[in-house]
């Protein structure tokens, strides 16, 4: 039996412009995604998807003909879903045997049961976990594989296997990673607010792509505000950070911030982390702030050092 693991991801800074060459700063998560392969009889790949709770939520078996072409049956839950799923997953094994061909000849015969930590509405990477971990079963490079699949920045999968934080950037298309610290003496009063809804990375970036009027001077100021977030030992100034990054932002997507559009009122800073309009935002706040957000209608409220690696 083999195992392999993989982080889940937090994006503090950057968000859209490390598309367009800035740094951003990303947290690798404590919960993850693990991947567990079984030798089995028969030459099919039989694959199981479990929640954090171990509940099965994706089944399917897959053949690998000739042609190095994966289809799949038996799906369960049998439903348009299951269908789309199995659709993914057959298109990223069909690129690690591209990228490595002598995985073709492992792929059968085999069980494969992954177990995720923590929620999948959660968008802390259900899917850069999962190529990851496809990624170290298949012995290929994580990055060809997540851009010939899911595509994206590619800083999930750079966390997926950091043990810290991270600076990530793309220079010329090609992943630069900068193991760093980021060690704020206030964590105790930074939390994670779940908003209710995920957000695809995919629809969030076609988005951004509309936009029209990103200049440099935005990546060059974002940049530079990465930067000086990285260095802040100031909760006060912290949060002038932060706020600046909203704003910048904001004007450039022309939507509001999460805190003018969802908590005008809170006492605290409030800012979206990777894709905005859903998923988690980073808040401040001198006292634990759940009784609030639950009035609001928000239950999952983490504190910092609970999430984050």
């Known amino acids: 039996m083999k195992r392999f693991y993989s982080h889940g991801k937090l994006l503090l800074t950057g968000e ?7 740094p ?17 009889d028969g030459n099919e790949l039989h694959w199981k998807s479990l929640d954090e709770e171990d509940k099965t939520w994706f089944e399917a078996v897959f053949t690998l003909d000739p042609q190095n072409k994966i289809q799949f049956s038996s799906l369960n839950p049998p439903s348009k879903s299951s269908e789309e799923t199995a659709g993914v997953l057959a298109l990223i094994l069909e690129k690690a045997i591209a990228l ?95 908003l209710n809804k995920k957000r695809r990375s995919a629809d969030a970036i076609d988005q951004y792509r509309k936009v029209k009027g990103i200049s440099t001077e935005l990546i060059d100021s974002i940049s530079s505000l990465t930067r000086k ?13 932060l706020l600046e990054h909203e704003r910048l932002l904001s004007q450039s997507l022309k939507i509001p911030t999460v805190q003018e559009a969802l908590f005008p009122e809170y006492p605290g800073t409030i800012k979206s982390l990777g894709a905005w309009g859903g998923d988690f935002v980073l808040v401040t706040a001198e006292s634990d702030p759940r009784e609030y957000f639950k009035k609001k209608g928000f239950t999952v409220v983490i504190p910092y050092s609970d999430l984050i690696l």
């Open 100 to 194: 490595n061909p002598s995985f073709a000849e492992v792929i059968s015969e085999v069980m494969i049961t992954t177990k995720l930590e923590f929620k999948r509405a959660w968008g802390l990477g259900s899917s850069s976990t999962l190529i990851s971990n496809i990624a170290q079963w298949a012995e290929v490079d994580p990055f060809s594989l997540l851009f010939q699949t899911m595509g994206g920045s590619g800083y999930d999968i750079a966390c997926a296997q950091a043990e810290g934080p991270i600076l990530y950037q793309l220079e010329n298309e090609e992943p630069i990673i900068e193991h760093v610290r980021f060690e704020p003496t206030f964590t105790r009063e930074i939390y994670f607010v779940y």
């Open 16 to 22: 859209y412009a490390i598309l367009d060459g800035a």
């Open 229 to 241: 977030i990285l260095e802040c030992k100031d909760r006060q100034l912290f949060e002038a950070l």
């Open 24 to 40: 951003g700063l990303a947290l690798p998560t404590k919960l993850g995604q693990s991947l567990t392969v079984e030798k089995r």
